[in-house]
């Protein structure tokens, strides 16, 4: 069920013109579901990035970054698949990679901003 709803959206982002799927994804294998499940989640976390200002709410990356093994359980194949073993895990690995690095940039701009901020208040006071 969950599968089919991943499916469904998946199709239709690829199908938006301003969207285009990377060329190493493929609806014949996982690669196409990954790559959208992926997409899902990068605007989840940087939804949890733009809504959190504290250095202890990005403790745990696993809140503000994704993980191969996250995306793998998701999509309910084997982890080593998904990231070392089939022909596009290179280029996966590459693409999370990049979405992770985009993330913490994210991150830590919020928390930039967030701390000049409380610098202004209280110079302020």
Not at 38 to 52: D, M, S, T
Not at 55 to 72: P, T
Not at 89 to 114: D, G, H, I, Q, T
Request: aromatic fraction near 10%; glycine fraction near 2%; charged fraction near 35%.
């Amino acid at each position: 069920m969950v599968m089919d709803y991943l499916k469904r959206r998946a199709e239709e982002k690829c199908s938006e013109p301003h969207l285009e799927c990377p060329e190493w994804v493929s609806s014949k294998n996982a690669s196409f579901r990954a790559w959208q499940y992926v997409e899902q989640l990068r605007n989840e976390k940087a939804l949890y990035i733009k809504r959190h200002d504290k250095a202890k709410d990005f403790s745990k990356k696993g809140a503000y970054l994704i993980k191969g093994s996250e995306v793998a359980a998701a999509l309910g194949v084997s982890r080593a698949s998904l990231n070392n073993t089939s022909n596009y895990s290179p280029y996966f690995r590459r693409y999370l990679n990049e979405v992770n690095a985009e993330l913490e940039v994210a991150k830590e701009e919020k928390l930039k901003k967030a701390k000049e901020t409380l610098n202004k208040s209280q110079i302020q006071r």
